[in-house]
Nanobody, 118 residues
Framework: VQLVESGGGLVQPGGSLRLSCAGS????????LAWYRQSPGSQRELVAE???????????SYAESVKGRFTISREESNEIVSLQMNDLKPEDSAVYYC?????????WGQGTQVTVSS
């Protein structure tokens, strides 16, 4: 699946951003979807993940550092996965990557820069 992120930018501490990732090329709803981030000198880390379940079978997980501030969601009809980020902190600054995975397949977007600074 091809993935294209959008929505990054510069925001002040305490502000909000919404990242979106549009998928195309395959049936989107077969994939678990996730957001990762990577800052200079650091390894890429998992920020949030959402499985293919619907309703009560949908499972979302978050890194401890973003729990209560970030929300991941997916729209199957539009093949979009979003990450709502609230109460942003300088340490949230990074390149954010969209990920789609199923079995041994991992597809990545090109990344979008998020900078939190006053």
């Amino acid at each position: 699946v091809q993935l294209v992120e959008s929505g990054g930018g510069l925001v002040q501490p305490g502000g909000s951003l919404r990242l979106s990732c549009a998928g195309s090329g395959r049936v989107f709803d077969y994939y678990n979807l996730a957001w990762y981030r990577q800052s200079p000198g650091s390894q890429r880390e998992l920020v949030a993940e959402i499985n293919t379940g619907v309703g009560s079978r949908q499972v979302k997980s978050y890194a401890e550092s973003v729990k209560g501030r970030f929300t991941i969601s997916r729209e199957e009809s539009n093949e979009i996965v979003s990450l709502q980020m609230n109460d942003l902190k300088p340490e949230d600054s990074a390149v954010y990557y969209c990920n789609a995975n199923v079995g041994g397949i991992n597809d990545w977007g090109q990344g979008t820069q998020v900078t939190v600074s006053s």
